[in-house]
């Protein structure tokens, strides 16, 4: 996974004026937004398992 893939991600998950995406996709694995942030702008690695916590949260948004 790659910050643009993220990019993606945080796109589809924009309200209807196109804001909250960043914000809405680092509270599904409980994350804070400034650690996503840095994964979108690439100051922080994205590794298998920050990729297997996003998406499984976009899977299970509820945690069901």
């Known amino acids: 996974m790659t910050p ?6 945080c796109n589809s998950l924009n309200d209807e004026r196109g804001t909250g995406g ?3 996709l680092a509270r599904l694995p409980g994350w804070h937004y400034s650690t996503l942030w ?3 702008n690439g ?3 994205i590794i298998h ?3 297997l916590a996003i998406m499984r ?3 299970n ?3 069901q």
Do not use: F, T, Y
Request: glycine letters at 4%; aromatic letters at 0%.
């Open 49 to 51: 398992s920050d990729q």
């Open 57 to 59: 949260a976009i899977e």
């Open 38 to 40: 840095r994964k979108l």
């Open 4 to 9: 643009a893939d993220l990019r993606v991600i």
């Open 61 to 63: 948004p509820k945690g």
């Open 22 to 24: 960043q914000i809405r």
């Open 43 to 45: 100051k922080s690695r």
